[in-house]
């Protein structure tokens, strides 16, 4: 590992040895440990997370490194530069028609995917369902027994290139048509309502006490959240700007795989 980082770092600072073969071999070696989940943008270390940005650079040197080619799947054609992940059923993994990952992200077995679409460099863990036109961005990291309900868009670290992958840990419950990007990070078995679009600007406000507590960028384990707003001046005047509303916290009563409406009925919150 210290030989391919030290090759993919050399490589990032200096474009120009993308035209070695010893670069590109080490930059697909990387790829291919990433498909094997062998190898993760992200890690948990701990009671935290290690984001190792030496694998996300490789991930972002690929492109250059692939040129374009005609796929073929049943009577689908494609015409990109990234192959697609294959041998499902081998891995354990159910796919329905419709969806689609590339190589290089990491799919445990257990997982299901709808008609959904995950990107180069994800690891999504064992258990988890991606719901019907979910979306996980390239580095994003899933966890075990995840469930991303139909629309959910995790965003990606390429485009543009941000600094940290979003991470999403085991058991969380995120709710149809949420947006999660720009490395925020939810955490163990988290809830959140429909719609809830959280990046690293939002404001996250714990509202469960007499007064309200700011965060940003970060959900706390079990917390049960709902889309919000603020008041914000602005010289043309006063506008409501979105924000998240941690309304309480995930019971014990509750079981791990209930409905996100089980879930926020606990606090008469329809969403």
């Known amino acids: 590992m210290n030989e391919l980082q030290s090759i993919i770092e050399q490589a990032w600072e200096n474009r120009a040895l993308l035209q070695d073969t010893k670069t590109t071999d080490a930059i697909r070696a990387v790829i291919e440990l990433l498909d094997a989940g062998k190898l993760r943008v992200a890690e948990p270390k ?16 690929y492109f250059p490194i692939q040129k374009m080619e ?37 799919l445990a077995s257990g997982v299901i995917m709808m008609p959904s679409y995950v990107n180069i460099g994800a690891y999504v863990d064992s258990g988890t369902m991606v719901d019907t036109w979910a979306t996980v961005g390239s580095c994003a990291q899933i966890g075990k027994d995840v469930h991303l309900s139909g629309g959910v868009g995790i965003g990606g670290v390429l ?38 679009c959280l990046t690293a600007s939002t404001k996250i406000i714990d509202v469960t006490g007499e007064t309200p507590v700011e965060r940003k960028g970060f959900v706390p384990a079990r917390s049960v959240v709902i889309p919000g707003s603020y008041t914000k001046k602005f010289a043309a005047g006063d506008y409501q700007v979105p924000c ?28």
């Open 70 to 106: 005609t796929l073929e799947a049943g009577i689908f054609e494609y015409n990109d530069k990234m192959l697609l992940k294959r041998d499902y059923a081998q891995k354990g993994v159910r796919v329905v028609p419709g969806a689609s990952a590339r190589y290089g992200a990491f």
């Open 244 to 271: 998240a509303l941690i309304i309480g916290t995930r019971k014990p009563s509750t079981d791990l795989k209930t409905s996100l409406n089980n879930a926020l009925r606990e606090y008469d919150v329809a969403v």
């Open 159 to 196: 485009e543009p290139l941000q600094a940290a992958p979003v991470i999403i840990e085991d058991g969380a419950f995120i709710g149809s048509r949420c947006i999660i990007v720009e490395g925020v990070h939810v955490g163990k078995e988290a809830v959140l309502g429909a719609n809830v």
């Open 46 to 61: 701990g009671d935290s997370w290690q984001v190792n940005e030496w694998v996300k650079k490789a991930v972002v040197l």
